[in-house]
């Protein structure tokens, strides 16, 4: 079990007291402060930021989750709310007011801090949880060993593929651990009450793993989660071990499970037409994959993600987000496991079973599998430049294992076997870099590479199992953090939410609702109008809609003739098109967009209760025929329909 000493203790304290004064002091990674840039209103362009540069690519979070959650807190956080989608949208996306919340920490703050420190909360608590998280599964798997354990979880935190994703995979992360936690502590504690904690801890923390809602990520690192806690087990088999107080152990469990049931059985019944629309949508809708689709940069792009950024990557790589994920050792680990086996005749099932996992996600990523096995394991859940994400984290997890396997396993040396090896070592990271030169359409060229082989090529060499180099951990753990150290400065450090709340739009737009409470509003043009003007609590009809609003679309377009160009996950951009005869046509134009023109003087907007317009332009005389001019802010109008 884990030994609670004062270096653990020490740790956990500052981990809380960190997350603490970050979020009191209202510090998050997001790049609000673009908005001074896409919407410039005279402020300081620099408004809301501390340090580094706004990451313009993570339009997800200051375009779509940050309007939507303000949009929820000025609404005071209610169940169903158009702006964001049909339905009840907000309980699958954003604090609401929905028993749910209990299970969905990150969204604490909301009720219990003001607005900005909570907002501060979502991202804190995800990378506080994590760390901790981890570092606790891996004093178990590790069996104490305090340093290994705190690197792995800094390993995973500093990694491209949860920084470049502003620490989205986090929630999974610290949701998984913890729960391999809580299910060791139920199996093998001795302490009655331990048990009972850990009964209580493993059903809400399976609770809020499900409701992470996003099985891409969910799916294959449910895998290695079953992976490591089986092999724990294996590992740790002592029937006097886990019989003991048995009584409460299976009482324990089948209360963690009856709580589980009865908690997702009455969510379930309340989101169930909500996850129907989803299901049912033409995007993302009902995924059916079958893998094969290979990485979206390769394997082992991460050895030279020094030389990419946001805005500086292989063209064919898509984005720096898709192309982002963590380094392997696996190549190297998995003949070394074999090797030890074949000379010590002993198995670490951990090890083994997380390799297993590592193969089948690399055969599932490059070569894919039948239908019938990709239903069956549910992989075809997972799409996967997806799955790369979960297999990646596996791929830091095995590398830290072996690690303490071999820092606790004596294996007999041999100096021809090791001079082999450190050739096979050096000949796989020259494949890897001639793999990257080829794939990067001349983006890597070799005398880039040079010195990132030689470095790896030492690390690799630390893994062998046929030499015990003095020093290995610490030499293998600090040169990593080295590696992985500049990755911080990936996303920037801001404070607060001013460069939305005090744009010079908001506070108009809220002034305006604020005397109209129930008109509704719709932007014709730019989008990024509709994402700030979402955050202001209005009812919206452009914006991003998480699940169509069907009552509205219903008066769009009554006869559902253009169904199939609105039923997605969407950004809605409107447009004029006046022809005379009140025509409205919906045109799909990306996958995750569609635009609808129409007569902004519509006798279908008053039918909406629509009464005000932001036009992002100087509107035609037509366009306005049937309203009066509210205010100006540069570019942008704002009209409000006659009575």
Request: charged share 15%; with cysteine; net charge positive.
């Amino acid at each position: 079990m884990i030994r609670v000493d004062s270096r653990l203790k020490w740790f956990l304290g500052v981990c809380i007291g960190l997350f603490v004064l970050f979020t009191l002091a209202k510090i998050h990674p997001i790049s609000l402060s673009v908005w001074n840039q896409l919407l410039p209103d005279g402020s300081d362009a620099k408004r809301g930021l501390i340090s580094g540069t706004p990451r313009t690519i993570r339009m997800d979070d200051y375009a779509v989750g940050t309007p939507w959650i303000l949009s929820q807190v000025n609404r005071d956080f209610p169940v169903e709310n158009e702006t964001i989608g049909g339905e009840k949208a907000p309980i699958l996306t954003v604090p609401t007011r929905h028993f749910s919340a209990l299970f969905r920490p990150e969204l604490w703050g909301f009720f219990l801090v003001n607005t900005e420190s909570a907002y501060a909360w979502v991202w804190n608590i995800r990378i506080c949880l994590a760390v901790i998280g981890v570092t606790l599964m891996l004093l178990l798997l590790t069996r104490n060993n305090f340093w290994l354990s705190v690197f792995g979880s800094f390993w995973l935190l500093l990694s491209s593929g949860t920084q470049s994703w502003t620490y989205i995979p986090a929630s999974m992360i610290a949701g998984a651990s913890l729960i391999f936690v809580a299910a060791v502590y139920l199996l093998f504690s001795q302490n009655r009450l331990r048990i009972i904690v850990a009964a209580i801890a493993l059903a809400w923390l399976l609770m809020y793993y499900a409701l992470i809602l996003y099985p891409p990520y969910e799916v294959p690192m449910g895998y290695v989660l079953v992976a490591l806690l089986l092999g724990y087990i294996i590992n740790q088999y002592d029937p006097k071990r886990l019989l003991n107080q048995w009584p409460v152990k299976l009482v324990g469990g089948v209360l963690a499970l009856a709580v589980l049931g009865s908690s997702f059985y009455l969510y379930y019944q309340d989101v169930k037409p909500t996850l129907d629309a989803i299901m049912n949508t033409v995007y993302p809708g009902r995924r059916s994959e079958l893998g094969g689709t290979g990485f979206i940069a390769n394997w082992f792009s991460e050895y030279f993600s020094w030389a990419v950024q946001d805005t500086k990557f292989p063209k064919n790589w898509l984005n720096h987000c898709e192309l982002s994920h963590y380094i392997t050792f696996a190549p190297i680990i998995i003949p070394g496991m074999i090797a030890a086996f074949v000379i010590t005749r002993k198995i670490d099932w951990a090890l083994l079973l997380l390799g297993l996992f590592v193969i089948v996600g690399y055969l599932w990523i490059e070569v894919g599998f039948p239908e019938w096995l990709a239903k069956a394991t549910l992989f075809s859940m997972s799409p996967t430049r997806r799955t790369q994400i979960p297999f990646g984290i596996a791929n830091v997890l095995l590398t830290v294992l072996y690690l303490h396997y071999l820092g606790t396993h004596t294996v007999r040396t041999r100096s021809l076997y090791t001079a082999l090896s450190i050739a096979g070592v050096l000949a796989f990271m020259i494949f890897a870099a001639q793999l990257n030169i080829n794939d990067s359409d001349g983006f890597f060229k070799w005398h880039q590479l040079f010195l990132p082989v030689l470095f790896f090529t030492g690390l690799g060499t630390l893994l062998l199992v046929t030499w015990q180099p003095p020093y290995r951990n610490l030499i293998f753990c600090g040169a990593m953090v080295v590696f992985l150290l500049p990755n911080f400065k990936l996303n920037p450090v801001s404070k607060g939410l001013a460069p939305i709340t005090q744009h010079a739009l908001y506070r108009a737009v809220q002034d305006i609702h604020q005397r109209e409470p129930q008109a509704k509003w719709v932007v014709y043009g730019s989008q990024y109008v509709s994402y700030l003007v979402t955050a202001t609590g209005v009812d919206l009809l452009s914006g991003v809609k998480y699940i169509p609003p069907r009552k509205i679309l219903k008066v769009l377009d009554p006869q559902m003739k253009r169904d199939s160009a609105y039923n997605r996950y969407a950004h809605t951009v409107y447009n004029s098109y006046i022809d005379g005869r009140d025509t409205v046509i919906i045109q799909n134009t990306f996958e995750d967009g569609y635009q609808v023109l129409m007569d902004p003087c519509s006798p279908k907007f008053k039918q909406l209760n629509v009464k005000y317009i932001v036009f992002d332009r100087q509107p035609q005389a037509a366009e306005i025929r049937c309203m009066k001019p509210v205010t100006t802010l540069g570019s942008l109008q704002i009209y409000r329909i006659n009575d």
